[in-house]
């Protein structure tokens, strides 16, 4: 879509006739052109029969538009059917229509750029006047890395709110259910505009025990028991007493005042205390997020100046089942009325589980001025973030202390009572860390051309950060203590070269022709310069057609956050390939300091066709590949395959059971990946259309209508891991699929709406190498994911909604996840589903509904 202006034309009096001043808006891009004024009687012409004129035109730009050119413009009243109660979220759900590089994109507010602040991601989406997604060559323009998104959020010049939310979601199968509230309040006035936002948010845990999925461990007891070694009589004395064979007796009452006598367990003979292991073991952890911001934008001088604070504290409680310990309680021990050796068998402590807990807090401020020095329009960003974390992961009872104790005969040491947290194995890893960043952004048009301006933009980023793991056992003694500084530095010079303008800067009739070419660098402490360069060529023969081409090579470092993340431990579900079973082994995420630095190289074609001229239809269709060479890679799913190439990573115990999974980012010597990525968009009625003749007065809001379907083809997806290693076909070998469909379709208006949105993939296969059988192939029928969003604003309902308080201002909005609750299936060579594949292991949650409330004071 052209950049839309406006042209003031202003008349001159002049000795032919009066002046006449009159405003005229320059149409959008598919709106037929006002038809030109012959010429009035006596006005002066040149030899060529064209008018000559005392008019001056001055063009400038809309309120709000940024310097590169809207690919895709949402209006107000579009915004309004997608009933998204914030921009963040509007922003996901716009995601379909604008799809492009999977980093967060680029945020503009009226053309300005925001640096690190995030603020307004918080507000209500109807403080938007507009937004834009620009066409792929903005990100070179404002200093960023080639490939990334940027959007332009267009405020309102005067808005003002105070909202609540509440909602309430749970899984239809039960089990689980969460809630959060938010608070906020929003005030715009031209270019001063402040917000805050506060809001917290929980979700319970799921329990096995709630699904249909066995327990990780055997069969628990709430209070303990004594049985005979290797299920034998524990003792003939005790079994005359009970006047039975006694094989188990649980523990009598008493037992905390002293040492129990023989009689004491023939009360208890033959009895325990079971309990269901399930409800001790979480498929889903328990969550907690609270988070705090502040953000405020005014003018300061010839600048305008953003600060914002922000604070958050999240985290995750899982459990891991009922800990239980088996020991040798010796004849001769002051605690045992036996005249032999029994197995004693018991929890910790009643109904204490096991615990993986997770918690992070961290406390940020973000500064930006952006405004004009000498011609150069100039952004100043810079941000500090103090983080602290904390992972406590706890193994079991430690049984070889416990038995020294028993052993000992100590008789402070009471094996029956209840035994303290201090008994556990178990590791916490606390770290806390902090990182100072800056950016400066600098642009301006250089020369002119006849296309127009060469465009300038340089940037420049500096960050340091720090961090302090230090990983201790149960009694606080240091197992490992880590501290890291790095510094990294970033640099990239951007040129726009417009070579062809239709009108009067074409050539040859080329129509638009436009360069961009991007040069830069960085340097992560430890490593030389990384260079990269890059350029890309935007073709427009017609105003219906666009053709695009890129180039981009980096030498790409390991980030931060790669290289120092915090150590965690949990527990995570995965699908063990080779044992058929779905396995809960520790998941080990953090830094890895043995990363280092690659290549990577990045081709792209496309066409963007919009048959109408206008943003009605549109159809997208790009080639893109993707060279990496040696550098960094997340750790891929857990497949036979991936297993052979990485055997370090993964641990099993004697009887070949997944233990852990070291899933930290990997080193590889090289990637290729390659697709072919295409997409319909088609809005109605046509957001470009103008009304002929005078302007009407304002008719009905109409019903509004879009529907966006994508489709990525993956041609090719190969991964070497380490020289001299077969190379990984990830299409063929791991499971994963080459179509992907995604379907969006959003239908309603200002008063109520709904959107649909689905997700398909085609089916794949995973080979079992090394294994013979049915076994050998692994076929999976990935499921059709349909998710389903209502909303209604009640008081734009009816005129007698409009007269209730209650009603005045409020959102109603249902969203409900997985309508159709289904799974991803699989099946064996011979057709056969494979044990641990049924439905409630594979996709534990099912559907869930949300309910929200929205009320705006």
Do not use: C
């Amino acid at each position: 879509m052209k950049l839309a202006r406006y042209a003031l034309l202003i008349s001159i009096a002049s000795p032919w006739g009066h002046g006449e001043a009159l405003a005229q808006a320059k149409p959008e891009e598919g709106t037929p052109p006002p038809q030109a004024a012959a010429p009035q009687a006596g006005a002066e012409t040149d030899g060529g029969g064209a008018t000559r004129s005392d008019e001056i035109v001055i063009t400038a730009q809309r309120y709000g538009d940024a310097k590169v050119e809207a690919e895709t413009e949402i209006g107000e009243d579009e915004i309004a059917t997608y009933g998204a109660d914030s921009i963040d979220e509007l922003l996901k759900r716009l995601g379909p229509i604008a799809p492009g590089s999977d980093e967060e994109p680029v945020i503009l507010v009226n053309g300005q750029e925001i640096g690190f602040d995030r603020s307004v991601l918080g507000y209500p989406s109807e403080a938007l006047s507009r937004i834009a997604v620009l066409r792929p060559e903005a990100a070179a323009r404002y200093g960023h890395p080639p490939g990334r998104r940027v959007v332009n959020l267009v405020l309102k010049k005067s808005f003002a709110s105070r909202n609540a939310d509440t909602e309430l979601e749970w899984a239809t199968r039960g089990g689980q259910y969460g809630g959060g509230l938010t608070a906020s309040q929003v005030a715009i006035a031209g270019p001063v505009r402040w917000n805050v936002q506060a809001r917290v948010a929980l979700d319970s845990a799921l329990f096995k025990s709630a699904r249909n999925v066995p327990p990780r461990t055997g069969p628990v007891d709430l209070i303990g028991y004594v049985a005979g070694v290797g299920q034998a009589e524990i003792d003939p004395a005790l079994s005359q007493a009970a006047g039975e064979l006694v094989t188990i007796a649980a523990f009598p009452d008493g037992v905390l005042a002293g040492p129990p006598l023989l009689g004491d367990f023939a009360a208890t003979a033959n009895q325990d205390h079971p309990a269901d292991a399930r409800d001790f073991e979480t498929l889903r952890p328990s969550r907690r997020n609270l988070s705090l911001r502040f953000g405020m934008t005014r003018p300061l001088g010839p600048f305008n100046a953003s600060f914002s604070v922000n604070a958050a504290s999240n985290s995750s409680s899982g459990q891991r089942g009922l800990p239980m310990a088996s020991i040798i309680l010796p004849g001769g021990s002051p605690w045992s009325p036996f005249a032999g050796d029994v197995l004693l068998v018991r929890p910790l402590r009643r109904d204490r589980p096991l615990r993986s807990e997770t918690s992070t807090e961290s406390a940020g401020a973000a500064l930006t001025l952006s405004g004009t020095i000498e011609g150069w329009q100039t952004n100043l960003s810079a941000s500090y973030t103090r983080n602290w974390g904390r992972n406590l992961f706890e193994r079991g009872i430690d049984t070889a202390r416990v038995q020294e104790l028993v052993d000992r005969g100590d008789p402070a040491f009471n094996p029956y009572a209840p035994w303290g947290d201090r008994l556990l194995l178990a590791e916490s890893n606390r770290s806390h860390g902090e990182t100072l960043s800056a950016r400066i952004g600098l642009g301006k048009a250089i020369v002119d051309l006849p296309a127009g301006a060469v465009t300038a933009s340089f940037s420049a980023n500096a960050s340091r950060g720090s961090t302090e793991n230090r990983r201790t056992d149960n009694l606080d003694q240091v197992i490992a203590l880590d501290r890291r500084d790095r510094d990294q530095l970033s640099g990239q010079l951007s040129l726009g070269v417009p070579i062809s303008r239709r009108g009067d800067g074409e050539i040859w009739r080329l129509g638009d022709l436009a360069l961009d070419l991007s040069l830069g660098g960085h340097k992560t402490s430890g490593s030389p310069w990384q260079k990269r360069y890059g350029a890309s060529l935007t073709w427009s023969p017609v105003a219906m057609l666009q053709l695009r081409g890129s180039l981009d090579h980096e030498e790409v470092a390991p980030s931060f956050e790669q290289l120092d993340d915090p150590r965690a431990e949990t527990i995570v579900r995965v699908y063990d390939v080779s044992r058929q079973e779905v396995a809960e082994p520790i998941w080990i995420t953090g830094g890895n300091p043995l990363l280092h630095s690659g290549s990577r190289q990045n081709r792209s074609v496309g066409a963007l066709f919009r048959p109408f001229g206008s943003q009605m239809l549109s159809i997208d269709v790009a080639y893109r590949e993707r060279l990496a060479t040696g550098g960094v890679a997340p750790f891929p799913e857990l497949t036979p395959v991936i297993e052979a190439a990485f055997p370090e990573r993964v641990t099993r115990d004697g009887a070949g059971r997944l233990v852990a999974i070291d899933a930290r980012a990997i080193n590889i010597a090289r990637s290729s990946d390659a697709e072919l990525v295409s997409g319909i968009t088609l809005r109605l009625p046509d957001p470009g259309a103008r009304p002929a003749g005078p302007a009407p007065r304002k008719a009905a809001d109409p019903l509004r209508f879009s529907l966006t379907l994508n489709h990525r083809w993956r041609l090719e997806s190969e991964l070497l891991t380490r020289p001299g290693v077969p190379v990984i076909d990830q299409l063929r070998d791991t499971g994963q699929s080459r179509h992907l469909l995604t379907l969006q379709a959003v239908a309603g208006k200002k008063a109520f709406g709904t959107n649909l949105s689905a997700t398909w993939s085609s089916a794949a296969r995973l080979r079992n190498r090394g294994v013979s059988g049915p076994q050998a192939e692994y076929r999976y029928q990935p499921p059709l994911l349909v998710n389903l969003g209502l909303f209604v604003d009640p008081e734009d309902l009816s005129a007698a909604a409009k007269r209730s308080n209650l009603l005045d201002d409020l959102r109603i909005s249902l969203d409900v996840d997985n309508l159709f609750e289904t799974y991803r299936r699989a099946t064996l060579g011979d057709g056969s589903v494979p044990a641990g594949y049924g439905r409630d292991e594979i996709d534990p949650l099912g559907r869930t509904v949300k309910i929200s409330l929205r009320k705006r004071f």
